[in-house]
């Protein structure tokens, strides 16, 4: 059966699915109408929460990804309302993997800068000098 889910940052590497933490289980939300979807969304977006996408997929795909991933599900039928949880959580695990790459990033060019230091100061400024030219 088709039905519809919220993802964050939807096609991209850093792609992640919206869920309802209760306790310390997750629940994926599978709605069966997408307005009732879109109507979810919008009720998130009210909340300040990060705006998904809705997204078609076959329940029976997220049901295995439940299973390897250790959540739960819950079909939420057409009409029935469902309301997002008041709170968010402060930092999601694909940000906090954003922050990490960032930092390993910093972390890098911090390396790359210090090892550049190394150039003696007159080939700094015809490099400079060079770079101007070009503004």
Known sequence: MLVYIL??????EDEGIHTIQEGDLNKILMFQDKDDALRYTMMLEAQDFPKPSVEVIDSEEIKIFCEKAS?????????????????NLEQTS??????????????ATTSEAESD???????LDKIRNQLEGLL
Not at 72 to 85: C, H, M, Q
Not at 94 to 107: C, G, H, I, L, V
Not at 117 to 123: A, H, I, R, V, Y
């Open 7 to 12: 993802l964050y940052n939807a096609n991209t």
């Open 71 to 87: 959540y739960e599900w819950e079909i939420v039928e057409p009409g029935k309302l469902a309301i997002p949880p008041e709170i």
């Open 94 to 107: 694909w940000e906090e993997e954003e922050e990490q790459s960032a930092t390993s990033m910093t972390e």
């Open 117 to 123: 230091s190394s150039m003696p100061s007159n080939e």
